[in-house]
């Protein structure tokens, strides 16, 4: 079957391509930059059988669509704006779904599956974000292509920003104040069985047209998911129950306990805000399924972390960070009008085991260098509403083009030519880069046969960004002189 794919770098994008390739379907992914997508990783699913096909378009931009197959049998609407930040997110959805409806009318589709969130009350009454979905439910059933909509509450798999939540507060908390929106009601459904429904409602006529609930076995309060995740990794937590948090303070304080950005914690507040679990369940009857429990889900997702098998994080989504889309395809660093640090290390051990040291920087790994200083930066970023260190990254050794980084956004991943280049997503009066290159020594004068030059790049924002360069230049002495050195010899007499 040919399946059109948007969302496809998305959280669950990125899990339901392999399977669906498994299955033998020929997948068009509809991306805005396919540098940014990791088709190498999907070898095994082309193996299979399956095909896929990388195309690009802008769900904004109605011409850039026409690049959709019209041979197209099914396509998954995977996209939505949660944590983007943006005042306009509604419109913007409500545009995005109108030239989705309108390109898709032009080919032979016969269904599009939407995955949105549990709705137990008008619309009037509901969160801005769950409006929204609500919002772009009616644009697709209204459009030629039947609809099935699958709507689910909190996805439990390592990378959902549910999950992470659930997970930061529960490792890091002995002690928690909960508000009265934690005593409401959730039924959590493993991404596991998430990916099963998807692919099941694939070309099945009795959900053409329907919009159906998926959820787990049981229903939870979220202090109850707290508590049982507290069970499964052994950590015994307390909680002080208080009436007077509201959603926004509450939002604050999940801020600066989680790694979730302002907007995106605001956004999981309003929707914990209301009753989300399943009040109908239609779903089973049509596509019976081994429901997981909610603890068993959980061991699932450390099982892939402890794996290093996380497929797909919240983190890599470039709403996470301050960065534009439109930056990626900038992938030069600029030259002109900016302040640089540049630091250059010969040396004489086979480059790839040095590329595989710059590969693996930040995260549990860090920084090589005075690692207190980068926590101390990140905690002060996070005082003024940026990212901070929290993010880490999804894998340990693989990077791509888009993924986050602690508090930098991945703009080239080249392995081959051994070339990584970063952008800072911290806030600010300036942008910087931060840029590695391992290349061979052309310096006569230096017996070593390759050298690592590292580059710090800044582009100040009138008087205020160049101050803040002289401010912290002292300490670039040390951090980057420090970590080029660590990145040539780190690991050297273990090689």
Known sequence: MNILLTGANGYIGLRLLPVLLDAGHHVTC??????????????????????????????????????????????????????????????????CAKNFVDA?????????????????????ALSPHLASRLNVEEILHEGAVPATVLRAAIIVGAGSASFEMIRDLTEKLPVMITPRWLRNLCQPIAVRNVIDYLTQVIGNKETFGETFNIAGPKAHTYEELLRMYGDVRGLKRFFIRVPFLTPRLSSYWLYFVTSTTPSLAKSLVDSLSYDMSSQEQRIRDIIPLDLIPYPDAVKRAFTM?????????????????????????????????????????????????????????????????????????????????????????????????????????????????????????????????????????????VPEAWRLVQTATFRPKGLLGRLYWLAVLPFHHFVFNQMSHEIVHRNADMA
Request: charge should be neutral; aromatic fraction near 10%; avoid cysteine.
């Open 30 to 95: 509809l991306v805005r930059d396919r540098r940014r997508f990791p088709s190498h990783e999907f070898q095994t699913g082309l193996e299979s059988g399956g095909v896929l096909t990388v195309i690009e378009g802008d769900l904004l931009d109605r011409p850039s669509l026409d690049s959709i197959p019209e041979e197209t049998d099914a396509a998954f609407y995977l996209v939505h704006s949660m944590g983007s930040g943006k005042s306009d997110f509604y419109s913007l959805e409500e545009k």
């Open 104 to 124: 898709l009318s032009k080919t032979k589709a016969r269904q599009v599956i939407y995955l949105s969130g549990i709705v137990n009350h008008p619309k009037e």
């Open 305 to 445: 972390i402890e794996q290093n098998q996380v497929k797909s994080s919240w983190i890599d989504s470039i709403s996470s960070g301050r960065m534009d889309f439109h930056q990626l395809r900038k992938i030069e660093v600029p030259h002109h009008g900016v302040l640089t640090d540049i630091r250059v290390k010969p040396f004489d051990r086979p480059p790839d085991e040095v590329a595989e040291n710059i590969w693996r920087i930040g995260g549990k790994e860090g920084w090589y260098s005075m690692d207190w200083a980068w926590q101390l930066r990140g905690w002060m970023d996070r005082f003024v509403g940026g990212t901070g260190l929290r993010r880490g990254r999804r894998h340990p050794s693989q990077l791509n083009p888009g993924d986050a980084l602690d508090f930098w956004r991945v703009l080239v991943s080249d392995r081959e030519n051994r070339r990584l280049a970063l952008y800072a997503e911290m806030k600010m009066p300036g942008e910087a880069w931060l840029e590695f290159r391992i290349e061979p020594n052309r310096n006569a004068s």
